[in-house]
Every structure is written in structure tokens, then in C-alpha cells.
């Protein structure tokens, strides 16, 4: 897939107020400072898409961009650390939650997860909601570089059989770096797929 435009389209906290247009919709969310901003300009070759900040909770609404006037992707707030007050945490959660129980345009959603780290449970808890609401995801190992290729693989292969103890079978997942563009053509390639799988369902 060749990207030949993404623009800006809105942002929000209620997702009635989300884009009416029937088109697919992929979503992108993570741990605060999981690399989210980074992926998304990374995948897109737009360097200030997605705003970069070095303050876990920077992204505090659902944004929504369309992408070469196909799909929708979705950049939503990280969940997690954050340097906000307790009552904003709470309403963050709630319309988050509303996003992926009532947002019927999603086809998929994209866990990111800091390659270099070990499973942790709020990851694990969210992935956990995800499934039991039956909502398709995929899991995304960000930030591959900052590790050797050995110590790489170790990591997602010790992540994946952690995975195995609670699910049946594993989400497709994807390994990635925004510094090296590692991954970006496999990535879009499956958006690209999906989208021609859904397409009947967008008519």
C-alpha cells in the first residue's frame, strides 16, 4: 500500500461525534510513552501527523485521520502512566471503553507494546477486554532497534508463550521500529488486506 494521503479529520471525546462516512476503521493504542505518535508518523511518512511528546499522556482524545480517502486510523489516548488527575483517568477510561463497545466502523485494532519490555499486566488486562468484547486485534512490538536481534527475539518469543498461557491462539503481531521503518511494509500490507476482506461490508 502506498500512502498518498493522510489528513486530520477530527478530535473528540464522545464517539457519537466520531466520522459518520462507512469506511474502515483501524485504531492504535498502547501504554503511555509506548511510541504511538512515532509509529503512526513512521507508517504514514508524515513526520508531525501524530504530535510527539516526551510527556506520557499527551494524546487525551480520540483523533481520528483518513488515509488516501479509504480508511480511517485512530490514534487513541495510552492507557496507564500519565500525568493527569485521578477524575480525568476515569472519564479517559469511560470513552474509551465506549469507543470499542459502540464504534461499529473498527475492523482492528493495533496493541502497541514496548518490545523491550516484560509482559505487564495492564497490557495483558486490556488485551483480555479486547477479547471478551470481540474485538479483533492485532499486537505491535514497538521500538525493535533499541535491542540486538537476539535479545529481540527472546523478548517476543517469551511475550508470545505468556500470551499462550491464557489465549488458544495467538493475535497476528507485528515487530517494528519508527527510527529504522522496520516492519512499515509488512504492516500495511495487512491494512491493505483487510480492507479489500471488509470491503463488502462498507458498501
Sequence with gaps: MKI???VFVMSNS????APKDRKPEYAFIGRSNVGKSSLINMLMERKGL?????KPGKTQL??????NDEWFLVDLPGYGYAKISKKKRVIFQYFIENYFKEREQL????VLIDSRHDPQKIDLEFM??????QIPFCIVFTKADKLGSSKLNKQITSYK?????TWETLPTSFVTSSTTGFGRDEFLQFIDGVNKDVAGNFK
Design 14 to 17: 464522545n464517539v457519537t461525534k
Design 50 to 54: 501524530a504530535k510527539i511528546s516526551g
Design 62 to 67: 480520540i483523533n481520528h485521520f483518513i488515509i
Design 4 to 6: 498518498k494521503s493522510a
Design 161 to 165: 508463550k505468556k500470551l499462550l498461557q
Design 128 to 133: 483480555q477486554f479486547l477479547g471478551e468484547n
Design 107 to 110: 475492523v482492528c485494532t493495533f
